[in-house]
């Protein structure tokens, strides 16, 4: 990549990301694309301030706002330098069960042997060192809303800096995260494992096959990383992503993970609760809107007993709506049949719902045992 100082401007990139809209077939977009995210990366190089960055960004009009997205989730996730390898930012998912709250980014051990391991075992699922290229495992998680609120510029520096690490030119990467992030409330909590790889020239990038020693010696790395932090580890639980994704994709992989894992704690949690198995419940799985909603929806799975049609329950938590094919719904129907419930009905367009008057949860609709009515015309609301 050209390290010669770019200027970013309003007009410069509004310029580059109607050459996006303007490509007439996949690979025109590609390079186009490309173009857009270097011209993003050669200013943040040459020391474009924060403000100045985020000046051009806010300036671009709202018509571009697909590719405006795609350019900078391209400029963070991936480099190509000067002499054709290419420097990736990566993320590796990590869902945290604990009683308690823990920091919004936690610092990982680094002389523990499950933490080297897992930074040989993650070099080996990248395939980098077959090819002449390495990784560089960051030691830390960061929550989800730290990875949302990183500022673009320094996430865009990390593969530079992690380069000049490995290099022997620097002493350590200089990434502070947001101060003002709180930590995540007790319960589930979503985390992700950054490393950064160079590929060498002319190996294309693929997606890493599923390796579980990587995910076994992670969540050893993070279990040391606690106890030294003097963490009872009572009632934690850690899971771990089969595969990183790449920047871009990693936030959305992690929220499907997240959502995984706390359907099957909240409804394992539950049929303990009732003293029953998962098949003696039906689901209704919808996703709810309300007017005071933006971007957001809640994913509701309201049960009922099979055997008197009783209401017993509702299952919910708020999901970002980035979700135009209900893949979530089908997912959580997949994970309650895996769970053993055969009796589960979908709804994949949101329902708009209202808060009740005296307890401001949300109404649901419940599912319909009959199957021969129609679900849109006799559910009923509960709260």
Known sequence: MSRSVSTLTPSSLTAALEAIAASRNEDDCAVAITSAAAHIQEAVLAGITPKELLDAIDSCP???????????DRAVSFCQLDDG???GLWLLPVVVSRPVATASIIPLETESINGLKA???IQAQM???????????????LSSEQVKQADIGALIKLPHQAMALVRGQTANIKFVGDASVP??????????LPFITRHAPGVAVEPPA??????????KWISDSLTAQSVDLTDFAIHVAPTPESYAAGMPAGERIFIDVRIREMMTGLCDQLNVLPNALAALVAPYVTKQMDDTYVLGVSLVSRLTGAYMATLSM???????HGHIVGMTSRILNEMGMQVIQLRHDPIQTVSCQHCGNLQYA?????????LTNTAQKVH
């Open 318 to 324: 708020q999901v970002d709506y980035d979700d135009p």
């Open 85 to 87: 390898s290419m420097l």
């Open 119 to 121: 930074t040989s075992y």
């Open 210 to 219: 599923a390796d579980e020693r990587v995910m076994h010696r992670v969540q």
């Open 62 to 72: 709202e018509t571009l706002a697909k590719e405006l997205g795609t350019t900078v």
């Open 366 to 374: 419940v599912p319909v045992l009959n199957p021969n009515l129609s």
């Open 127 to 141: 395939g980098v060192n077959r090819n002449r290229g390495w990784t560089y495992v960051m030691p830390m998680l």
């Open 183 to 192: 930590a995540p409330l007790p319960g589930a909590a979503l985390y992700f």
